[in-house]
């Protein structure tokens, strides 16, 4: 697809970017260099040149320009990431400007030492700690008006469909309604998303093939998520590395295990229904 570019000089000096599905901005930064490898160079009369070759490619996150030019111009590095992934190498520099596109990262959202990651498809962020685990995201994109319910047995899956194309990282499930039981007998009031165990969680999310994609690297078994149990108002997911390509409309699924598993699902009973909420790239 041909992106459309509109260039305009914003009052700080940014370049700004635009197409049908994204809008960016470039932000200066003085004196500075992101010191790592860079995936093209080119010779340009100002900045402004050296942020379009960047948004020319998908795979440029940001751009050190040289402060001084030759006779063929100011050298223009592309860089295949941004300072948020490199911090410690950005670097002061008397010879170069950084550029790096805008994004909530740059106004410090996270703390107790939560790392930023720009979310550049959508305007957003999330704060990360160790193993990937989000502690603070927005925007979150909520994935239909209905909420959406789920058995415990009978293949009675919930399912909801990908409003718009792009990358996810991350999904989260808000407890509304209901209840699912794996042993009817013991514990008749079952939980909102496990088994017997409290801290072990038994609801997956699959893609239309039932493939587990939420937990990554699951592998069909019940698993543990850090800072939540089986009845907490929610789930979220940690990132998945790398992203989630999807395309709109695209079918996902959620899934009591043993249901899934068609395993000791006669002594099942019950439906938990949810909001789902994606976390675009
Ligand atoms: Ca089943």
Request: proline share 4%; glycine share 6%; with cysteine.
């Amino acid at each position: 697809m041909e992106i459309l570019l509109f260039l305009a000089i914003a009052s700080r000096g940014q370049v700004e970017r635009s197409d049908e599905e994204n809008h960016a901005q470039f932000v200066e930064h003085f004196h500075s260099v992101l010191n790592i490898g860079r995936m093209a160079s080119y010779k340009v009369h100002d900045s402004m040149a050296c942020a379009l070759q960047c948004m020319r490619s998908t795979l440029c996150y940001s751009v050190n320009f040289a402060v001084h030019s030759d006779d063929q111009g100011h050298l223009c590095e592309l860089l295949p990431a941004d300072k948020y992934q490199f911090p410690n190498k950005f670097e002061s520099s008397a010879s170069y400007l950084h550029y790096s596109i805008e994004s909530p990262c740059e106004h410090n959202p996270c703390t107790n030492g939560a790392t930023c990651r720009p979310l550049y498809g959508s305007n957003g962020f999330s704060c990360e700690r160790n193993a990937r685990r989000i502690v603070n995201a927005a925007p979150w994109l909520k994935v239909s008006s209905e909420k959406v319910c789920f058995g415990a047995k009978d293949d009675s899956y919930g399912h909801f469909t990908i409003p718009r194309r792009g990358t996810i990282i991350s999904l989260k499930l808000v407890y509304v309604s209901g209840y699912v039981s794996c042993l009817t007998g013991a514990i008749p009031q079952g939980s909102h998303w496990g088994c017997r165990n409290e801290n072990e969680l038994t609801t997956l999310v699959t893609n239309g093939r039932n493939e587990v994609i939420f937990p990554r690297y699951n592998d069909n078994r019940s698993y543990k998520l850090r800072g939540y149990n089986f009845n907490s108002p929610e789930l979220v997911f940690n990132v998945l590395s790398p992203p989630l390509s999807v395309a709109t409309g695209e079918e996902f699924r959620i899934w009591y295990r043993q249901d899934l598993l068609n395993g000791s699902e006669h002594n099942n009973a019950g439906h938990t229904c949810a909001d789902v909420y994606v976390l675009m790239g």
